[in-house]
């Protein structure tokens, strides 16, 4: 009976950190797209052979790249924070990176692709949009069109907070695409 | 002991008491000594089976369902119906630990279907929130956030899948992050249960499939885990694995078992002889050794010091293995175990003095007496599949040093049909010596 207790309370300890982790997931992005400050990034196209078909509509941001002062040195797959701000059309702009927290300003975790000399390559924490398997395809497909040089009128918005970023909604031709394919954010 | 075995004695022991070889006395002693045999047991392994199965169909069928709906939730009901099949996976965990902790096809099901909820709760999440975190960063959470499961509900399906998912996180974390150093301790997680069933019975079809699971797990991750500063190190790296694996078994069995039964002695086998034939090309070993090593970019330099403490394990296990097997005086484990110590001084040769010609010669000739003295062996102790597993092995390289050489197709053609004849006159000759055999 004692042993029968022993086991259960163990369990629960158990169950306590598997419900913990999602939840703190929840919670954390939560926050972010409540309380977090928006911006907004362009996009670009991304070569359809990377794509995965019908679950998401993959994203590429227009800058991924980021200065990087000479006394940093950073390796690739290294975790550092993209520094940001908004530029004078009002989209984000990376302006740095720290490899530490940075104590003042808008920033969110991302990884070092490739560092050159003073530029480093970063990938960014929202490449993914993900939407219903029998719409993304086609929204896939408007949002490469008009990620184009001559047609850029795609754009997501992320909210960021304290290093968290979040994908709030992906535009195209300033139209949400919730309202374009009826889909839920 | 293994079951079947327990069987045939069984099935003797009126004989022996009729022949007066033994007395009824000494037959209820050796009844006692070795217990009773439990009927029922294939029973038993169907149900385990079919609900391991069912709880994996139902968990990815779900995972389906919701993920075709998706869109017609708003967020708040998503996140709700992300936690719904991790909350339900734990109430039944908790439940089968009450009610049914004796039944195996309750535990390994339940548990199988809880380790599918956790991954699919934090991927539905990350559905939820456009989360592009690295599949790396998805596996290794699953994962850790599983193998307590395999403790408390005592169940060893789910070692299975933590071994699939740790080989595949590996490979995920060498491209995303360009090492996976973390792979050992993590491996290291899953061993206690494995050696807790083998603690329990040595000869269980649930440890052989533990047994294989790690001896794949091994082999593949291995490979994937090096980081390969220092190119080549990978040949003594397996080598040596393959060995340990390979003299393993003398140490763990103290009866001669299937292919089945016994996976590190198969495995190990196997890979020492598939090994020894990549050896035995040129292309194995050009640049490599300690003149090409590499600095660059993706190459992590911590990640190349666990090589070198990966390679100083696996060689000095290897060597008290083969000291094992020189003291029991079993020369023809001792053949195969030796390939380390082979490809040792073949890699010193070729590291520092840039001579590829000789290790070449050297694993043909190994190879070759590999499988001579495997088919010396066989005839010996009038095991047909040991024959041909030794002809197999002359058969390969011969195969392999046809491609390579210039011989014309009429050639190549009448020494295959002599190799095909020698073949089945060894099956036939085997076949005549076998005693009892008319």
Request: with cysteine; charged share 15%; net charge positive.
């Amino acid at each position: 009976m004692k042993n029968n207790k022993y086991i259960i309370g163990l369990f629960l300890c158990l169950f306590a950190v598997q419900i913990a982790v999602p939840v703190y997931m929840i919670v954390n992005k939560e926050k972010t797209l409540v309380l977090g400050k928006q911006f907004k990034f362009r996009t670009v196209p991304v070569d359809p052979y990377d794509a995965f078909r019908g679950r998401y509509v993959a994203l590429a941001v227009q800058q991924d790249s980021a200065p990087v002062p000479g006394d940093i040195k950073l390796v690739s797959g290294q975790n550092v924070y993209a520094c940001i701000e908004e530029d004078k059309d009002g989209f984000a702009k990376i302006i740095g990176v720290s490899k530490g927290r940075p104590k003042e300003g808008n920033y969110f975790r991302a990884r070092v692709r490739y560092a050159d000399g003073n530029k480093v390559r970063l990938d960014l924490p929202f490449t993914r949009y993900y939407m219903d398997e029998k719409k993304a395809p086609a929204a896939e497909d408007a949002y490469r069109k008009h990620s184009q040089k001559d047609k850029q009128d795609a754009y997501i918005t992320v909210r960021v907070r304290n290093g968290c970023a979040v994908i709030e909604e992906l535009y195209i031709n300033e139209k949400p695409i919730s309202e374009l394919w009826g889909h839920n954010t | 002991m293994v079951k079947k075995n327990i069987q045939w004695l069984y099935s003797e022991l009126p004989d022996l008491i009729n022949k007066g070889i033994l007395s009824a006395e000494d037959s209820d002693k050796l009844k006692k000594y070795y217990g009773e045999i439990t009927s029922g047991g294939r029973q038993k392994i169907v149900l385990t089976v079919f609900g391991i199965l069912g709880a994996f169909l139902i968990g990815l069928g779900i995972i389906l369902m919701l993920a075709h709906n998706w869109d017609a939730f708003s967020r708040p009901a998503r996140t709700v119906i992300s936690l719904t099949p991790l909350i339900i996976a734990q109430l039944l965990a908790l439940w089968t630990i009450l009610r049914h902790s004796a039944s195996v096809a309750w535990r390994e099901s339940v548990s199988t279907f809880f380790m599918l909820a956790i991954g699919s709760s934090i991927a539905l999440i990350a559905q939820t929130y456009h989360i592009s975190d690295s599949t790396a960063n998805f596996l290794l959470t699953w994962m850790l956030l599983s193998i307590p499961i395999v403790y408390f509900m005592k169940a060893s399906f789910p070692v299975i899948l933590y071994l699939i998912g740790i080989t595949c996180w590996s490979g995920f974390s060498q491209v995303e992050i360009w090492h996976a150093a973390l792979f050992w301790p993590i491996f290291a997680l899953a061993i206690p249960h494995v050696f807790q069933s083998a603690k329990n019975n040595m000869y269980s079809n649930r440890t052989a499939i533990l047994f294989w699971g790690v001896s794949i797990c091994l082999c593949v991750s291995t490979g994937i885990v090096m980081e390969g500063t220092v190119p080549g190190l990978w040949i003594i790296v397996y080598s040596a694995l393959f060995a340990v694996l390979y003299l393993t078994d003398s140490l763990l069995f103290g009866e001669i078992t299937g292919p089945w039964r016994n996976p590190f002695h198969t495995v190990g086998a196997s890979g020492i002889f598939i090994f020894s034939l990549i050896l035995t090309y040129e292309w194995a070993w050009e640049s490599i050794g300690w003149r090409h090593y590499r600095t660059y970019g993706e190459y992590n330099q911590f990640a190349g010091i666990l090589d070198y403490l990966l390679m100083t394990a696996l060689l000095v296990i290897a060597v008290c293995l083969l000291v094992v097997s020189i003291r029991k005086r079993n020369f023809f484990k001792l053949l195969y175990g030796v390939l380390p110590v082979v490809t040792v001084f073949s890699y010193v040769i070729c590291g520092f003095g840039e001579n590829t010609i000789m290790p070449i010669i050297l694993f043909n000739i190994y190879l070759f007496v590999l499988g001579i003295a495997t088919m010396t062996a066989g005839f010996r102790s009038y095991r047909i599949g040991v024959v041909n597993a030794g002809m197999i092995i002359i058969m390969a390289q011969i195969f392999a040093r046809f491609f390579d050489s210039q011989m014309g197709f009429v050639l190549r053609g009448i020494i295959f049909i002599l190799i095909g004849i020698g073949f089945l006159a060894a099956n036939v000759v085997l076949i005549r010596r076998k005693p009892g055999v008319k």
